[in-house]
Every structure is written in C-alpha cells, then in structure tokens.
C-alpha cells in the first residue's frame, strides 16, 4: 500500500488564538494584526486573512503594518493560549493517527499508512474532513490538511486550499501535481536557490522537466540537485517520525523604547522568568541551564549562559539566577536595551532526579517552598488568567509588556 501523509496546518495560527485570548477584542475583528501594540517598534508575528489583502504580511515592521491597515486591531503574541491550543490540537489528532510529529507550533505531520482497515476503507480525503471538523468542534482552531504519498508534498497540498480546505494528491498523481508550483514554493528551496536557478533559466518546476540529473548537479552540486531532480518528479521519500524530545524553551521582548534603567530591566526579566518557568511547568519539564540574551539599540547581541547543580522549574530559581547574568553583561557594556530575552535549556522529566555535584546557584537552590508557589501561581492563572499572581516586584512597579514579545518552545 502507498504511505498515507497528511500535513494539519493550523489557518493564521497566532490570529486566531488572539481572537480566543481577546474574544470582546481581536475577537471582534476581521482586521486582526499580532506582535504587538500599534505605536510599537517591532515586528508583525502573523495577520488575519483580511489583513493580508492590505499587504500585511509576516515580518513587517508594525510601523509600515500600522498605514496600509489602520483600523486593525493590535494584539500581542498570546503565548499562553498559543501553547494551550497546540496541545489541544495535538490530542485530537492523537486519536486519529499512531505517528503524529509536530513539526512547529502550528503544524504536524500524520502517518495513516497502513490503517486502511481501521478506517473501513475511508478515503484519505474523507479521514481528513473528519479530522478537520473535529480539530474545529474541540479547540476552536481551523486547520487545512494537504495529503500525499510524501511529507514534502502534503505539505504543499496543504497550501492549495487555505483556509479551511482540504487537497489530496492521489497516488500517481504526483508529477502532474508539482507542474502547478513555481521551484520558490518548494519548502527548502530558499531566495538563494532559487536565485541561482533563475539565472539559469528555471523559475517554474516544469523547467526542470528537461534537465537531466548531471546537469542539474553541475548548478547546485550532489545531495541538492538529487532532491530537487526527483522532488520536482513528483519522488518524495520523505516519511514522518514522532519528534525527539523538546530542547529549550525561551520568552523575549523588544521593547517600545530602549530601557537603560538596570532597575527596570531586572523587573521586565522577572517577567520573562516567571513566563518561562509557567511554560517549563506546562511541559512538566526542569531545566539545568539558563539564558539570558540583551539586544541593544544598535542590534548587538549579547548572551550568558550558566548551569545550575540541579534541575529547576521555579520562577524565583530561573530569576536568581537569570538577575545574575543580566547583571553580568551589563557590567561589560552599558547602553539602552532594545530586547531582553530569557531561555532555559538541559531539559529533564519532572520526575527525573540528578546528583548535585556542584555548589548552590545564585540565590541558593529551589526549594519545596519555590516549587509550591510556583504551582499554585499556575492553578490560579488557568482558573482566573495569566496575571492572576504575580511577584510583588512586577506588581508594585507597574511594569507592562514591550513591543513585541515571542514566547514558547524552541526545538
């Protein structure tokens, strides 16, 4: 039997968890821009489909964002509600398939190869309706599914009939598939690349049809030009295996206006800990390491690193330690701070013990006591929303969030 692959991309994500987030807000609008405020420096993270018909796109400066879309609504990243939904739509798509891979965020990949029976002879396309309509009915997320015989192609199916549409390449139609596609629409073939064919005279996949395999090698070298030749034939071998375990997870935020107070940049990063140690605890994952990463007004990037003897999950133990390197690096350069950012890396299971071997960390190791508040902080927040309890530091000095801030899972 052919493999079955579906790939689930989840419709202008970061919008409509926005919409989810602020239903009597974004959720009010068809104009909806995430990344930050309207007066803000940063960038757009994602744009509703009515937005994009304004030429807002990914990657623009809020700024530009702000005069081709004035009537917008600006939202922030909603971090939290975009690692909810994730997993929500991980669970619904857990009862369909035995091999789900989350490729990002907002993607993921199935495997339904060999479960023809399970499904009583149900076409793919129909098993991904279904799929489709239940994502919806439980997590109010829309999602588009593209299915071939290779991930590379479900991806690429998957593009034809956003949102909200399904597209099956059916076996053996995978040649007359690819001739659609233009060779930058290809995922992996990069501005680069497809520079370097263009000046050869290809821009579409159907100019390769009449390039032979040493040729093509001859332009972009051996392991390149052998996956593009057969990618572009409609040959993908490419196949889905459930992703390894998670690496780190990082928060940042650029800032409306460089901060140059220390007192007010130790505060914001004990926002960025406590959103980072919520995240860790979410995952039910500690951490050994942790990052603390400055940008600064003329886009110099700064980062230190240190390992605690034990692993943590606890906001006050990331921001001792997190308050101990900021403080490093701005005794090594002074000057006002566009984005502060904290990360934790060296992730174990929550349950997983380890031997301490060196000694305490800045601010003495996470005790009982840390890891009770901590917990309690998360119970309150999923009761009354993210806020719910905050240090007291945060709360007395009033301090918001910047521009634009990026939370979540890095792998």
Same mark, same amino acid.
């Given at each position: 039997?052919?493999?079955?692959?579906?790939?689930?991309?989840?419709?202008?994500?970061?919008?409509?968890?926005?919409?989810?987030?602020?239903?009597?807000?974004?959720?009010?609008?068809?104009?909806? !821009?995430?990344? &930050?405020? *309207?007066?803000? $420096?940063?960038?757009?993270?994602? +744009?509703?489909?009515?937005?994009?018909? %304004? /030429? =807002?796109?990914?990657?623009?400066?809020?700024?530009?964002?702000?005069?081709?879309?004035?009537?917008?609504?600006?939202?922030?990243?909603?971090?939290?509600?975009?690692?909810?939904?994730?997993?929500?739509?991980?669970?619904?798509?857990?009862?369909?398939?035995?091999?789900?891979?989350?490729?990002?965020?907002?993607?993921?990949?199935?495997?339904?190869?060999?479960?023809?029976?399970?499904?009583?002879?149900?076409?793919?396309?129909?098993?991904?309706?279904?799929?489709?309509?239940?994502?919806?009915?439980?997590?109010?997320?829309? !999602?588009?599914? &593209?299915? *071939?015989?290779? $991930?590379?192609?479900?991806?690429? +199916?998957?593009?034809?009939?956003?949102? %909200? /549409? =399904?597209?099956?390449?059916?076996?053996?139609?995978?040649?007359?598939?690819?001739?659609?596609?233009?060779?930058?629409?290809?995922?992996?073939?990069?501005?680069?690349?497809?520079?370097?064919?263009?000046?050869?005279?290809?821009?579409?996949?159907?100019?390769?049809?009449?390039?032979?395999?040493?040729?093509?090698?001859?332009?972009?070298?051996?392991?390149?030009?052998?996956?593009?030749?057969?990618?572009?034939?409609?040959?993908?071998?490419?196949?889905?295996?459930?992703?390894?375990?998670?690496?780190?997870?990082?928060?940042?935020?650029?800032?409306?206006?460089?901060?140059?107070?220390?007192?007010?940049?130790?505060?914001?990063?004990?926002?960025?800990?406590?959103?980072?140690?919520?995240?860790?605890?979410?995952?039910?994952?500690?951490?050994?390491?942790?990052?603390?990463?400055?940008?600064?007004?003329?886009?110099?990037?700064?980062?230190?690193?240190?390992?605690?003897?034990?692993?943590?999950?606890?906001?006050?133990?990331?921001?001792?330690?997190?308050?101990?390197?900021?403080?490093?690096?701005?005794?090594?350069?002074?000057?006002?701070?566009?984005?502060?950012?904290?990360?934790?890396?060296?992730?174990?299971?929550?349950?997983?013990?380890?031997?301490?071997?060196?000694?305490?960390?800045?601010?003495?190791?996470?005790?009982?006591?840390?890891?009770?508040?901590?917990?309690?902080?998360?119970?309150?927040?999923?009761?009354?929303?993210?806020?719910?309890?905050?240090?007291?530091?945060?709360?007395?000095?009033?301090?918001?969030?910047?521009?634009?801030?990026?939370?979540?899972?890095?792998?």
């Amino acid at each position: 039997m052919p493999p079955r692959i579906l790939l689930a991309d989840c419709d202008s994500y970061f919008v409509r968890c926005a919409m989810l987030a602020d239903p009597e807000g974004a959720g009010a609008s068809e104009l909806v !821009i995430v990344g &930050g405020r *309207a007066d803000s $420096r940063g960038v757009v993270t994602s +744009a509703s489909y009515a937005a994009r018909k %304004f /030429g =807002v796109h990914a990657g623009m400066p809020m700024a530009t964002a702000v005069r081709l879309c004035p009537n917008a609504v600006f939202a922030p990243v909603p971090g939290e509600m975009v690692n909810r939904k994730h997993h929500e739509v991980r669970a619904v798509l857990d009862d369909f398939s035995p091999v789900v891979e989350a490729a990002s965020v907002d993607e993921f990949y199935l495997d339904l190869t060999g479960t023809e029976m399970l499904y009583r002879g149900e076409s793919l396309e129909q098993t991904a309706l279904r799929i489709q309509r239940e994502v919806m009915d439980r997590t109010g997320i829309s !999602i588009s599914i &593209g299915g *071939a015989t290779g $991930r590379t192609l479900a991806k690429m +199916a998957a593009s034809v009939n956003k949102p %909200f /549409g =399904v597209h099956v390449v059916p076996p053996g139609g995978e040649a007359a598939f690819m001739q659609r596609f233009e060779l930058s629409d290809i995922p992996g073939v990069g501005p680069a690349l497809a520079e370097a064919l263009r000046r050869r005279g290809a821009t579409a996949v159907r100019d390769l049809a009449g390039i032979d395999l040493p040729t093509l090698v001859s332009w972009l070298g051996d392991s390149r030009a052998e996956w593009l030749y057969h990618l572009a034939r409609g040959e993908d071998v490419g196949r889905v295996s459930p992703r390894g375990p998670q690496k780190s997870v990082s928060h940042e935020r650029t800032f409306a206006k460089d901060v140059r107070d220390p007192e007010e940049l130790e505060t914001r990063l004990m926002m960025l800990a406590v959103d980072t140690g919520a995240s860790l605890r979410a995952e039910g994952l500690r951490a050994r390491t942790v990052t603390v990463r400055i940008r600064y007004g003329d886009f110099t990037d700064k980062s230190a690193s240190r390992t605690a003897p034990d692993p943590i999950q606890s906001d006050r133990a990331i921001f001792a330690i997190a308050r101990d390197l900021l403080r490093t690096l701005l005794e090594r350069r002074s000057g006002g701070v566009r984005l502060l950012g904290v990360g934790v890396s060296k992730l174990v299971g929550d349950q997983e013990d380890e031997l301490v071997l060196f000694d305490d960390p800045p601010g003495g190791p996470e005790t009982e006591r840390d890891r009770i508040l901590a917990e309690a902080s998360d119970r309150l927040a999923g009761r009354f929303g993210k806020g719910a309890l905050v240090p007291a530091r945060i709360a007395n000095r009033g301090v918001r969030d910047g521009t634009r801030g990026r939370g979540g899972s890095e792998t």
